[in-house]
């Protein structure tokens, strides 16, 4: 590969970086699959009877949430354990999942 060849290619490969999200979004699908457990106690109503809603959060909120409870750094052992059997892929599903409902209040 010749020089101005190489150069062009470190070039493409920049901007393609540069116009690429920072983080990948989660899967919406695989979030509402796996949403079950959540909305046993979250209502998708967004009402707040005792439980906070989690519906219509941002994407960025609900992910530093949860890797909160996963660190224990928020005090709650249930969301502790549900937050820890998620896998950072699952989260940020969730997080898409939730992020796109909007609640019915």
């Known amino acids: 590969m010749g020089r101005r060849t190489a150069t062009r ?17 989660g899967d919406r699908a695989l979030g509402e699959y796996l949403s079950s457990e959540c909305v046993t106690c979250h209502q998708l109503s967004g009402r707040y009877q005792g ?16 890797e909160e409870y996963r660190s224990k750094k928020r005090d709650n052992q249930v969301m502790q354990t549900i937050a820890g059997k998620f896998s950072k892929d699952e989260v ?9 409902v909007k609640p019915k209040n």
Do not use: D, H, N
Request: aromatic letters at 10%; a negative charge; proline letters at 10%.
């Open 9 to 25: 290619v470190v070039v493409a490969l920049a901007a393609g970086l540069a116009s690429a999200p920072v983080e990948a979004q």
């Open 92 to 100: 940020a599903a969730l997080a898409a999942y939730f992020g796109s």
């Open 51 to 66: 439980i906070p809603p989690i519906v219509g959060w941002p994407e960025q909120s609900f992910v530093e949430i949860m």
